[in-house]
């Protein structure tokens, strides 16, 4: 049997340069690779479809799957996990603390962007700040006129306005237009080193991220991995093995990353900080598959809803292919 001719779109992290580079392959698939940024690919996605497999905005899939218009489904796979109290960034000439937020306006480069989900319900469940308590500014972060991937339909009472024509949301909170900004990349870099009064709303965000996860057990997931419908149709076999390919290659990825004789990343007290991750999330700390994710899946589900992003709530087990989500064992 000839290999399907697929391509795949991703990022190009540790845990997927094992299939970039061949060392792990796709059973039954000959792949073509496209390593693209986050935003190029799932702009490309959700608009054009142009990739057979894809790295997914969690938040992307979920609007179009409560809506049963999809073109993918997904497959259990994390590609990318954050907490994102390092998302929010202030005014400290004016916000002291989460709830000074109230009342105030706060930029986003989309609405939907998971990052920005996950960042109103922490602002929502730890600090009392709703979505309606807020006026919201949408822009691009370093290039103007950025647009929302996909048409939204949000709760009156959610309040969203664009930039002003030509402007960006790091320009809007470096003038004060806006009081805060979050997104999953910072402000543009000149506007961060010249302006004193621009930084983080948690002053330590990663001791505010371990108390979340001690009180709540969820690591946010941010990307997943879809797989075109047709194809999974098709064949009814591919998802399970885009599955087990990038659980293999994000395994080679953590044994490298345990080979401390030489660190593999160029960062320093790469040793120290993975022991602090298991100590804090586990041995399996960056975990794929439904089984150990289903808080945080649902917890990720019910904001989604609740900020009148997905037209109804998505049940976990609809979120992925059933062939992904129970394997084999020996």
Known sequence: MAKLQ???????????????????LIDGVDPVYMTLSPEETFFRAMRSQDFDITELSLSSYLVKQARGECPYIAVPVFLSRAFRHTSIYVRRDRIKRPEDLKGRRVGVPEYQLTAI???RSILQDDFGVRPEDVTWVRGGIDMAGRPEKIALQLPPQVRLENA?????????????????FIAPRPPSAHILKRNPDIGWLFADPTAAAKDYYRRTG?????HVVGVRNTLAAQHPWLPAAVFKAFSQAK????EALSDTSATKVTLPFV???????????????????????????????RHHHAQGLSARLVAVDEMFHPATCESYVV
């Open 6 to 24: 697929l391509s795949v779109a991703l990022g190009d992290y540790d845990r997927t340069r094992p299939l970039i580079d061949g060392r792990v």
């Open 117 to 119: 989900v996950w960042a």
């Open 251 to 254: 395994a080679l990825a953590l």
């Open 271 to 301: 040793e120290e900080q993975l022991k602090a991750a298991r100590e804090t999330l586990g041995e399996d700390f960056w975990s794929y598959g439904v089984a150990g994710n289903r808080a945080t899946l649902e917890t990720f589900a």
């Open 164 to 180: 002003p024509e030509g402007r960006t949301i790091s320009e809007l909170l470096d003038s004060g237009e806006i009081d805060a």
């Open 218 to 222: 969820v690591f946010p997931i941010m």
